[in-house]
């Protein structure tokens, strides 16, 4: 049966279709519509089957790994940065292996479209000793779970499935099995002490071998099922290329668009690969151009003495691939001599209006932003913030510096420490406070530094597309305050009105209350998201607001500091409100323009 389906939705149709039945994971760009495509499915479908969103990719990790201990079929979904955070889970699991299927899905971003770091987790498969596939399409992305389901019972592996974001974000048609009945394995753990609690040295270090001998057979694997298949296909060239995944498609492209004589071998497992075989195919080349993203996976493996690629300077080493890319290699290794058919114009930065990223309009975090920079001024603070829409605070001069997620509380310690005369501010949103910051936050109240820590709270993963989070699906059980409280400190507590003067005097009352403590403060500040209709219907006014042009002084403040999208200068040099993008949170009218120059439109007309 014939469905167009994006790569995350043909992942999770996937993931049906082989079986798993038990899926946890932590929404990161561009991995998350997987769960939530699983979850929608699993619904449609009603099936009995698991999906979960995790605290952090490592809990995900742990999850889904007890069911593969346990002889299930299952999956654990992350980005390549959050497969940092599992990092842990996975080394040790790699080792110890499992009865049923264990899926790691780590979605990759080439070319940072919304990640802090490029990564590789094909090299994350190969620093763990792990099969990895790399999937060029839709329907790639579909049969490789399937087969990866596979692969990981028949040796007893975790399993990394690595799609990039031009994958898992476009659409194809995929051929996909009709009328599946779903029957996931059932649970059976078998009691092992060696196996499932070993220490070293004894059986761990004879688990390191047998890992050792399982990439041995895995790799031959590799070379009967997927490569040599591939080679009986060469029909001999001056060049050969090398690729893996998405970048294949750009390599195939460029040779037939333009006649080149070169042919591809797109390797679908990238590690392990067998590299003997591939460094003797190697010498019946003229040369031999490895073209992978991003990081040198493939190449790392081999060593003919023929092969070009990022180690020779002659393929790109940062970004994702083109087809323009693709030609300007070709061009270092003398295989096409004519200009760059793909050349794009050079990009006009004036024919387009400046447009930095930032919050929505009506969004809490801006008046939250805008309050603790009015009260605690930059000169005489570093402000230190996290991961999630709340970065986009950058955009209002109230971040400083950010790491990675959970990093704002330890950061702040550490800042603390090396600025005692200045007031250090945290600022982290609910998700990622539950993700990692509360262990930050525990080292920080035993250690007594002294900061302030504003948890933002809006009860949602917002910048990920609003998925749910551990306080959001069980309140009663589940809340930051009584955490906080819990580790022994007062949690202040303020329910967000989009009333900037109330925001205001919450900040100034932390302020007084910083000056005698010798602990962290921590505030929650219960907020909603604009997006999330459920609450901001009943939490925003609906009142649109316009500007009295006779009291605008033009001083900037709403423009430069605010930053609310609607506002902008106009013909007159005031500012005026656009009716269509404004929120009609009426957040700016009160506290905000020094000339009280913002007005309710229309007498308080409804939006
Ligand atoms: S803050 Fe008030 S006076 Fe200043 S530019 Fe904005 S609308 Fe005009
Ligand atoms: S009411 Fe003011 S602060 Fe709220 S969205 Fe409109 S312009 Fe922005």
């Known amino acids: ?203 761990r270090s004879v688990q390191g071998g047998e890992l050792l001998n399982k990439v041995e057979q895995i790799r031959d694997y590799n070379l009967q099922t997927f490569i040599s298949p591939k080679i009986a296909e060469l029909k001999g060239a001056k060049t050969l290329c090398i690729s893996s995944g998405v970048a294949s498609t750009y390599v195939r492209e460029a040779i037939e668009e333009n006649k080149l004589d070169a042919e591809v071998l797109k390797l679908d497992m990238p590690y392990p690969l067998p590299y003997h075989k591939l460094n003797e195919l190697c010498k019946s080349y003229e040369q031999v151009i490895i073209f992978e993203e991003p990081y040198p996976c493939i190449e790392e493996q081999l060593n003919a003495p023929n092969l070009l690629g990022k180690f020779s300077g002659h393929v790109h080493q940062i970004h994702e691939f083109s087809k323009e890319k693709v030609i300007e290699s070709f061009k270092k290794a003398r295989l096409f001599n004519d200009s760059n058919p793909y050349q794009a114009s050079k990009f006009n930065a004036h024919s387009i209006a400046s447009r930095p990223p930032t919050l929505c309009p009506g969004c809490p975090h801006r008046d939250v932003f805008y309050a603790m920079t009015r009260t605690f001024r930059s000169k005489n603070s570093i402000y230190v913030s996290d991961i999630g829409c709340y970065t986009l605070g950058l955009n209002q001069n109230a971040i400083d510096s950010f790491l990675c997620m959970g990093a704002s509380v330890s950061m702040a310690s550490g800042f603390s420490l090396a ?87 919450f900040m100034k009352e932390l302020k007084e209350i910083y000056k005698t403590s010798d602990m962290p403060i921590v505030a929650v500040i219960r907020e909603f998201c604009v997006l999330d209709k459920e609450r901001s219907n009943k939490l925003l006014p609906h009142k649109l607001v316009s500007v009295d042009s006779d009291k605008c002084v033009e001083c900037d403040t709403c423009i430069s500091k605010y930053k609310c999208p609607p506002m902008s200068y106009g013909e007159n040099h005031k500012v005026e409100i656009d009716p269509f993008l404004c929120a009609g949170c009426a957040a700016c009218i009160d506290g905000l323009c020094p000339t009280d120059a913002f007005v309710l439109a229309d007498l308080g007309e409804e939006k």
């Open 1 to 203: 049966m014939k469905q167009i389906l994006m790569g995350n939705e043909a992942i999770a149709l996937g993931l049906i279709h082989a079986d798993v039945d038990v899926v946890s994971g932590y929404p990161g760009t561009p991995s998350s519509e997987i769960l939530t495509n699983y979850q929608k499915l699993k619904d449609k479908l009603n099936l009995t089957a698991y999906a979960e969103w995790a605290t952090n990719e490592k809990v995900g990790y742990e999850v889904a790994y007890a069911n593969a201990m346990s002889g299930k079929n299952s999956c654990a979904t992350m980005k390549q940065v959050g497969l940092n955070v599992a990092s842990d889970a996975l080394m040790s699991s790699a080792y110890i292996g499992n009865i049923g299927a264990m899926l790691l899905i780590s979605a990759d971003d080439p070319g940072f479209y919304s990640s802090q770091t490029e990564q590789d987790s094909r090299t994350f498969a190969k620093f763990a000793r792990i099969p990895v596939l790399d999937p060029a399409s839709p329907q790639e992305a579909y049969d490789f779970v399937k087969l990866g389901v596979e692969i990981s019972r028949k040796f007893e592996s975790p399993f990394m499935l690595r799609p990039v974001m031009r994958v898992g974000h476009a659409r194809g048609i995929c051929e996909v099995e009709e009328n599946h009945e779903f029957n996931p394995p059932k649970a059976n753990f078998i009691k092992n002490t060696n196996r499932w609690a070993g220490v070293p040295p004894g059986p």
């Open 419 to 505: 600025h005692p005369e200045k007031t250090v501010i945290s600022t982290i949103g609910d998700s990622t406070f539950l993700h990692s910051g509360v262990t930050g936050l525990i080292n920080a109240i035993y250690q007594k530094h002294k900061f302030i820590l504003l948890i933002m709270d809006n009860s949602i993963a917002a910048m990920t597309g609003r998925q749910t989070t551990p306080e959001r699906s069980n309140p009663e059980n589940i809340d930051i305050k009584r955490i906080v409280e819990g580790c022994g400190i007062t949690c202040h507590e303020y329910v967000y009105k989009p009333d900037m003067n109330k925001t205001l005097d």
